[in-house]
């Protein structure tokens, strides 16, 4: 059974190959008409608006709403630190492509939602896997794709021995058996995840997993979150700023 396989370019390239991030829900201003909520018709980038309404509550200005001042505003807020106006909104990102050591890493951030793909009920038999840098860089790649095989291989005999003992009535009842083959796949194994930050989170996110001390798997996902994020609202715009002219967010100094 072939093993789908995911190559990261390199440690400083930062880009794996097959790690995909997608935005697939996002806050965004509405009003109630008499057919029901629909969403308000705005200028500028989608999450705004929404945004910038919420900070203008703090001053009375809803007046003054405009694209331009949005994005005034919005920046004015991330630099004094009144960072919880930002916490109204929340974005839904699917990561496809990570491994189960990046996602790992990932779930520690508490504030935010996560629905990740399940070794209890899914069967994990022709699993992907992603071949960290430094693997590759030491032309290690085919003892790494056949260490690959052999857990492969040992969950295929663990599912199947356990699969037939529960046949036979050797198990408690509702014994699940993928769930305990799954003890036996490698970190590498490739995993899908949702999750679903507010934007004062993502901030706070970016700023721990976008510095040299980050894991290369984490920066790298992080780095294809801030690109897509940066297109629906000007609240990463000083972090995507830092970002595109160091490489990473050491040094970039945070107002608490
Ligand atoms: C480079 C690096 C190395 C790491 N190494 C390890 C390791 O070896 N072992 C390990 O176990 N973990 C490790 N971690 C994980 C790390 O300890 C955090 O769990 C992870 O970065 C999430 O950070 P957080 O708790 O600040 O974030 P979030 O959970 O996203 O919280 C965001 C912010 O909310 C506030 N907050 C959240 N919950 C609380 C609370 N209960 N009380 C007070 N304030 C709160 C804090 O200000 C926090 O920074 C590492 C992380 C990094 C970035």
Redesign the pocket.
């Known amino acids: 059974m072939a093993l789908k396989q995911n190559r990261p370019q390199n440690q400083q390239g930062i880009t794996p190959m097959y790690m995909e991030v997608d935005i697939i829900g996002l806050s965004f201003p509405v009003e109630e008409t008499a057919e029901g909520f629909v969403p308000r018709k705005v200028e500028g980038r989608p999450m705004d608006r929404l945004i910038a309404d919420c900070g203008r509550t703090c001053y009375q200005t809803n007046d003054r709403a405009k694209p331009e001042t949005d994005v005034k505003l919005i920046l004015g807020m991330a630099k004094n630190g009144h960072t919880s106006v930002f916490e109204h909104g929340n974005v839904t990102i699917r990561i496809r492509g990570g491994s189960r050591a990046f996602t790992h890493?990932l779930v520690?951030?508490?504030?935010?939602a996560y629905s990740q793909e399940s070794q209890r009920y899914c069967d994990a038999g022709n699993f992907g896997f992603v071949i960290p840098p430094s693997i590759a860089e030491a032309g290690l790649e085919g003892i790494f794709i056949s260490m690959m095989e052999k857990s492969q291989k040992n969950y295929l005999r663990l599912q199947r021995k356990l699969n037939k003992a529960r046949a036979k009535g050797k198990l408690a009842e509702g014994r699940k058996t993928n769930e305990d083959a799954r003890f036996v796949l490698p970190n590498a194994v490739q995993s899908e995840i949702v999750i679903t930050p507010n934007l004062a989170?993502l901030r706070?996110?970016f700023f721990?997993?976008l510095?040299k001390?980050?894991?290369w798997e984490i920066f790298a996902c992080f780095k294809l979150i801030l690109q897509k994020v940066v297109t629906i609202t000007a609240v990463f715009d000083d972090i995507y700023e830092y970002f595109q002219k160091n490489g990473s967010l050491d040094g970039f100094t945070i107002t608490l």
């Not at 520690?108 to 935010?112: N, V």
């Open positions: 890493e520690r951030h508490r504030h935010t989170e706070s996110m721990k997993r510095t001390h980050a894991q």
